[in-house]
């Protein structure tokens, strides 16, 4: 079996935007957040003063409430991103999420609800996953 190592996003993906951009102890919203791995990362890493998320999955929104008291949580009908409120993030970020939505249009709508949700100032980082067979 091959051996799975842990991708290391904070390092690659997180703490490079964050720094290049200087957000530091700003506000930042996880979309495909799930129960949460990501948003723990990110608060762990000390960039920032509230990490917010957005999922499909209502179950894992609830649990991640139970361990994030001080994030929101918004719920996503699939196409959008919930009820996050307009102009209020420094960074949208998300891995593993998007290469999910096979569907242009409804991606495309998710990335204007990014555009909506970020702050004059505010940036995106999106990961996704590739594999070339």
Same mark, same amino acid.
């Given at each position: 079996?091959?051996?799975?190592?842990?991708?290391?996003?904070?390092? #690659?993906? @997180?703490?490079?935007? !964050?720094?290049?951009?200087? /957000?530091?102890?700003?506000?930042?919203?996880? +979309?495909?957040?799930?129960?949460?791995?990501?948003?723990?990362?990110?608060?762990?890493? &000390? @960039? +920032?003063?509230?990490? *917010?998320?957005?999922? %499909?999955? *209502?179950?894992? @929104? #609830?649990?991640?409430?139970?361990?994030?008291? $001080?994030?929101?949580?918004?719920?996503?009908? &699939?196409?959008? %991103? &919930? &009820? !996050?409120?307009?102009?209020?993030? *420094?960074?949208?970020? $998300?891995?593993?999420?998007?290469?999910? /939505? !096979?569907?242009?249009?409804?991606? *495309?709508?998710?990335?204007?609800?990014? =555009? =909506? /949700? @970020?702050?004059? #100032?505010? %940036? /995106?980082?999106?990961? +996704?996953?590739?594999?070339?067979?």
């Amino acid at each position: 079996f091959p051996v799975t190592i842990a991708f290391p996003y904070e390092k #690659e993906l @997180l703490t490079p935007v !964050a720094e290049n951009l200087k /957000i530091r102890g700003n506000v930042a919203i996880d +979309f495909g957040c799930g129960p949460g791995r990501m948003i723990r990362r990110m608060y762990k890493t &000390g @960039l +920032f003063e509230r990490v *917010d998320g957005v999922d %499909v999955s *209502d179950y894992a @929104l #609830e649990y991640a409430k139970s361990q994030f008291s $001080s994030s929101n949580f918004y719920s996503s009908n &699939g196409y959008d %991103v &919930g &009820g !996050a409120p307009f102009k209020t993030y *420094d960074l949208v970020y $998300s891995t593993i999420a998007m290469q999910h /939505i !096979a569907c242009r249009s409804i991606r *495309d709508n998710i990335y204007k609800g990014f =555009h =909506h /949700i @970020l702050n004059d #100032e505010g %940036v /995106i980082s999106l990961q +996704f996953a590739f594999n070339p067979t």
